[in-house]
């Protein structure tokens, strides 16, 4: 497996795509700490008691690798501390540092202006995305860079170039987003010193537990929600997420891309990983050229 004898840290990992990354690690062979605030002994404000970090790890030795659950709240420095000194005292070195921590579902609200949003809602999710990836990266990258050819990912939503030219959602939610790229571009400048990789990633439309709880399907017949909504035809599953994650850790040749905005679409066509339908979704091409657009949908040459 390429990923045999690797560490890898996945920061927010009990569902959703942090659970799909953790899971294509574990099938590339890697040990993969997961972390999150949901166990089986306790479940965060979500409310969400059937996703946990326990599951997830499990998930990571069904496919290959080991599974390593932590309880941690990335908004608490201290725990996040404790959480890199068991790395390194268990495994002595991490190489692969997954920034995936979010936790907004809740909080936002559609194409409400700042005023007219809930403030306390929005800059929780605010600390909910920016300090928990600042704080996770304070504590986690002196390890990642003891080694050269480290990588740190920050999982976001949307690429650089569609930001820029897109309201996402609100204030709040677009702040989140962006600040999650140009985290990634700002963490490439200091890594590149030290011969470690930052890069933004980016799901297309992806089909978490909680979208597709909102159509009423599983993953199994997730195609029974394109009569609700045509343009879901693009969606993609979280293990894609993962495999673009798994493609980028095991490419020797991963320092090009540092400082850059890429999509699991956008890497499926570079590394050749399919999702599990074995399709190649590329949501960041399809949403600008048909739904933006205004186009029926229709996923020909897009998937």
């Not at 390429?2 to 990992?13: I, N, R």
């Not at 404790?82 to 936790?103: C, F, S, T, Y």
């Not at 570079?270 to 739904?291: C, H, K, M, N």
């Amino acid at each position: 497996m390429q990923l045999s004898g690797k560490v890898a840290l996945v920061a927010g990992a009990t569902r959703g795509g942090g659970r799909g990354i953790a899971a294509e690690l574990g099938a590339a062979g890697a040990t993969v700490y997961v972390t999150g605030r949901t166990t089986r002994g306790g479940v965060s404000e979500y409310g969400r008691p059937g996703e946990t970090i326990e599951e997830t790890a499990e998930l990571v030795d069904s496919a290959g690798g080991h599974g390593i659950p932590v309880q941690v709240d990335h908004l608490e420095p201290e725990q996040v501390r404790a959480l890199v000194d068991r790395i390194r005292a268990e495994q002595g070195h991490l190489d692969v540092l997954v920034n995936n921590v979010w936790g907004g579902e809740n909080l936002f609200e559609f194409e409400k202006p700042v005023w007219e949003h809930d403030l306390d809602n929005g800059l929780r999710l605010l600390r909910l995305a920016v300090d928990t990836h600042l704080i996770t990266a304070h504590h986690a990258l002196p390890l990642l860079i003891e080694r050269p050819g480290g990588l740190l990912i920050e999982v976001t939503d949307g690429t650089r170039e569609y930001n820029e030219r897109h309201y996402r959602n609100t204030p709040f939610y677009d702040l989140a987003k962006t600040a999650g790229d140009r985290m990634g571009w700002l963490h490439a400048r200091d890594l590149e010193r030290h011969g470690a990789t930052a890069v933004s990633l980016t799901p297309g439309w992806m089909r978490s537990e909680i979208m597709l709880e909102v159509f009423g399907v599983t993953e199994a017949n997730w195609r029974d929600a394109i009569a609700q909504e045509p343009h879901f035809a693009i969606s993609e599953s979280p293990r894609f997420l993962g495999r673009a994650v798994a493609a980028l850790a095991g490419d020797p040749d991963r320092a090009r891309w540092n400082g850059m905005s890429v999509s699991s679409g956008g890497l499926a066509k570079e590394y050749g990983f399919t999702d599990l339908d074995g399709s190649r979704p590329d949501a960041w091409r399809y949403i600008p050229e048909v739904q933006d657009s205004g186009k029926a949908a229709d996923t020909t040459g897009y998937r």
